[in-house]
C-alpha cells in the first residue's frame, strides 16, 4: 500500500504519549500514607486555611474511632485556642469591614465570626438562597462555611446539602467551604459533630458559618443553640401547618423572609409579611434587645439578599450592645459540657468489650420475655458503672 496513502483505517504512528500515572505524585502519596499526619500537622494546615487538612480534620471529627475521635479532640483543643477570644466593643468596626487590617491583638484569627442558623421546609428555597447571599458575600470579602444539620440524611432524598446539583456557584468559589451534614446520626451525635466543624472552621479563618437544617422538626432547636443568629425562610400563601413550621419555630427567629417574592408571588409575599410582622409582635420582646423581623426576599432575583445581611449586622450589633451576644455563646458552651458528657459516656458503655457482649445476651432475655427492658438497662449500666469502682 502507497505509505502516504491516508486510511481511516491504517494506524498512525502518533506522538509518544506521557506516562499517566504522575511517579512523583505517587511516591509523595505513599510517603503520605507511610507518615500519618500529628496534630500539629493538622492545626498548621487548619490555621493556614488548607482545605484538604480541613476536611481530612473535619472526617476524624465524624469518625467513630476511638483513635481518630482521640486524635480530634486534641486538634479541637488546639484550634479552640486560636479562636477563642474576648469581644472588645471596637470589634464591631473590623466585623463590618474584613478587609480591615486593625487586628485583636488578643487574637491570632483576623474576626470573631457570626453563626448563622438557617432553616425552613424542602423546596422553600433553602439552597438557592445560600448560594445567593454566599456569592454575595465571598464578594465582599468575607469567607463562609456552610454546614447542614440532617440526622435523617441517609433516608431522605434530593434535599441533601453536599447535593451536586445545590450550590454549584459556591461549591467552586475559593472563599466557600460547603460540608454535607454527617453520616445519618442520633441528633445528639450530629449536633456535636457540628459543633466541633464550626470550630475547625473557624480556626481555618472562615467568619461567616452558615448552618442548615433539612429537617423540619427537632433538629431546629439544635441549631437554635449554636448560632447566633435564627433565620426563618417561609412561603407565601401557606398556612403554618401546611409548611410544617411549629409556632416555637418561628418563636425562635430572629428574622423570618417570605422567598420567592418574585412574579406573581409578589402580592402575595408582601401580604404574608404584614401578617408574619403582625405575629412577631405579639410576643414578649426577647431579652436580646432585638426585635425579629419579617421581610421578603428572592433568593433567584437576589432581590432582599443585601436586606438580609444588613439585618443580620444590626441583630450583631444590637445584641454585642445589650451583652446577650456574649451570654448566648457562654450559655452555648455550657451546653456543650453536658453533650460532652453525654457521648463520651454513651460512647465508652458501648465500646466496652464487656458491656457489648451483654447487651447481645440482654436483647435475646427480653425477647424471650425472661427479664423487662428496664431492669436489663439497670443491670447493664450497674455493671458498668461497677467495673469503674
Ligand atoms: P431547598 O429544598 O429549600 O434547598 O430549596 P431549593 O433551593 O432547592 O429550591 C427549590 C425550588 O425553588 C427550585 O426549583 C428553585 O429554583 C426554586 N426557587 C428557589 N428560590 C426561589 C425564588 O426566590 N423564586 C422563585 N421563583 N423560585 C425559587
Partial sequence: MDKNHKSALSVMEGVEQPDQINAELVKKLKSKRAKPLMVKDYVDGVKQGNR??????????????????????LIITEC????N???????YEEIRNPKSEIRNPKSEIRNPSIRIG????????????IEAI????????????VLAIDPSSSRSKGSIL????????????????IRPSPAAGSLGGVARKTRETI???????????FIETVGVGQSETTVHSMVDFFLLLMLAGAGDELQGIKRGIIEMADAIF???????????????????????????????????????????????????????????????KTGYFQLQRQLQNRQVLYESIESELRRKFFANPKISAQISEAEEEITLGRINPYQAAQKLLDEYFGMLL
Fill in 258 to 320: 417570605i422567598n420567592k417574592a418574585d412574579g406573581e408571588n409578589l402580592t402575595k409575599a408582601k401580604a404574608a409579611r404584614i401578617e408574619y410582622a403582625n405575629a412577631l409582635h405579639l410576643y414578649p420582646p426577647p431579652e436580646s434587645g432585638w426585635t425579629p423581623v419579617a421581610d421578603i426576599c428572592s433568593a433567584k432575583s437576589k432581590m432582599g439578599i443585601e436586606k438580609v445581611w444588613e439585618t443580620i449586622l444590626e441583630h450583631r450589633k444590637i445584641t454585642q
Fill in 199 to 209: 470550630i475547625l472552621c473557624e480556626a481555618a479563618g472562615f467568619d461567616v458559618i
Fill in 80 to 83: 479552640l485556642r486560636i479562636t
Fill in 118 to 129: 438557617i432553616t425552613g421546609v424542602p423546596g422553600v428555597g433553602k439552597s438557592t438562597f
Fill in 134 to 145: 454566599g456569592k454575595y458575600l465571598t464578594a465582599l470579602g468575607h469567607k463562609l462555611a
Fill in 52 to 73: 484538604t487538612i480541613l476536611s481530612k480534620a473535619i472526617t476524624l471529627i465524624e469518625s467513630a474511632l476511638p483513635k481518630d475521635q482521640e486524635l480530634a479532640q
Fill in 85 to 91: 477570644y474576648e469581644f472588645t466593643p471596637g470589634q
Fill in 162 to 177: 453536599g447535593d451536586k446539583t445545590r450550590m454549584e456557584e459556591l461549591a467552586v468559589d475559593p472563599n466557600a467551604f
